[in-house]
Each structure stands twice: as structure tokens, then as C-alpha cells.
């Protein structure tokens, strides 16, 4: 019940949010999210080979997906999102692209057989879903034996130097900057599924529990932002 609950409401904020998403991550990130997503871009365009298969999942607009399809014309890029809105969104900026093919799906259960992807990231996403595990589970499924299983996404910074400036910002300030007046509501959820998101510890944790291996974290802005990658075998 408590996971149909949340996937309802993070549906609502997203269907709501979705012509004005992109510009809204600039302000609220003060400009370092463009720089946090191209860690994750470059770093998967490294990994994946001539004729290769990667999948972004809760692609929302589409950034990561199509970057990366842009970077690199000779591999196939999937996005997949639960939102139509969102899609819609990345469907009008990556109609240039013919590498890039838009899924509307679940991430607790992709829609794709075992073994077909080189990599398989998600971006700011984790945390909006309802099972956290089942997620990895599922992106480390439909890789192939050697890919990469990739997560970045927010968190609130271990340092307790840090963390009243951080409360500070994303509870007060970061809603009316990211949603003015009319959208306030949607970003406070976004604060509250940080807040109440895994430490980037428990993360790594949770990547070793799914199976994957080599698993790394990147820290970014004292930990406010932390890219995390495992391998499969």
C-alpha cells in the first residue's frame, strides 16, 4: 500500500512538472547539475563499445539519454520513463536523433530480456522509487556479463559541518526557486524523497547486495550528489 502510495504521488509531481523540469534542475542545482550528469556521461560513453546497448532508466526529459546518443552515434540508446508527460518532453528534444527509443514502463519491472544492455544508468531517480533494491535488481538483469550498473542521484552530505546549510536551502529555499508559487508543493516531495532517501554508504551496500561488483562512489558538493557504479559478472 505504502508503494502504490509513493508511485502515485511521484507520478503526480512529474506529470505536473514536466514543461518545466529542465530549467528548474539549473536553478535549484545553481548550475553544477549540467556538470554532476556529465561525470555519468562521460564515464558511460568510456565503457561501452562500437555497436553497443545502453539503457537510461527513469529517463524523465531524456538528458542523459540523449547525450549520450548524441556523443555517440554508433550505439543504441533506450530511455525508459513512467511518466508520459516526461516522455513526451524527451520524445520533441531528441526528434534529430536516430539512435533513441522512448519506453513507458516501470523500473521495478523493465520490459526488456536478460542480458541485452552494455550499461544501464539512473539519474536523480532512485530515490522516487518504491523499492530501491528491486530497481538495481532489475537494471543489473537486463545487462550483459562486464556492464555497468550506474546511479546518481541526490543525497543529504554525511558532514554534520554541512548539513544545516543543506536543510537550510533544499527545505526553504530550493521549492519556491525550482517551483515558484504555482509548484512549491511538488519540489518540497522532491526535498522530502532526498531526505528520506539511503545514506550513499547504504547505497553502495545495496549495489553489493544485488550482486554487482567493483562497486565505486564519486562524491560531489560534499556528498549533496554522489555517482555510484557496480559491475556485473
Known sequence: ????????????????????????????????????????IDDMAAH??????????????????IAIA????????????????MLEQAK????????????????????????????????FGLRNTADYAQVLREMKRVIRPDGWVYCLDSFVPDSWCIRPFYDLYFRGLMPLLGGGFHHRREYQWLWQSTRDFLRKGQLAELFRQAGLVNVQMNSYLFGACVLHRGQKQ
Request: hydrophobic share 40%; proline share 3%; with cysteine.
Open 1 to 40: 500500500m505504502v508503494a502504490a502510495s509513493k508511485r502515485e504521488k511521484v507520478y503526480d509531481v512529474f506529470q505536473h512538472i514536466s514543461g518545466t523540469y529542465d530549467k528548474a534542475n539549473g536553478r535549484i542545482s545553481l548550475g553544477l547539475e549540467q556538470r554532476w550528469k556529465q561525470y555519468l
Open 48 to 65: 561501452v563499445g562500437t555497436a553497443g546497448q545502453v539503457l537510461d532508466v527513469c529517463s524523465g526529459t531524456g538528458d542523459i539519454a
Open 70 to 85: 548524441a556523443r555517440r552515434p554508433d550505439i543504441d540508446v533506450a530511455g525508459l520513463d513512467f511518466s508520459p508527460a
Open 92 to 123: 520533441k528534444k531528441s526528434a534529430h536523433l536516430r539512435n533513441t527509443t522512448w519506453y513507458e514502463g516501470d523500473a521495478m519491472a523493465l520490459p526488456f530480456e536478460e542480458d541485452r544492455f552494455d550499461a544501464a544508468c539512473i539519474s
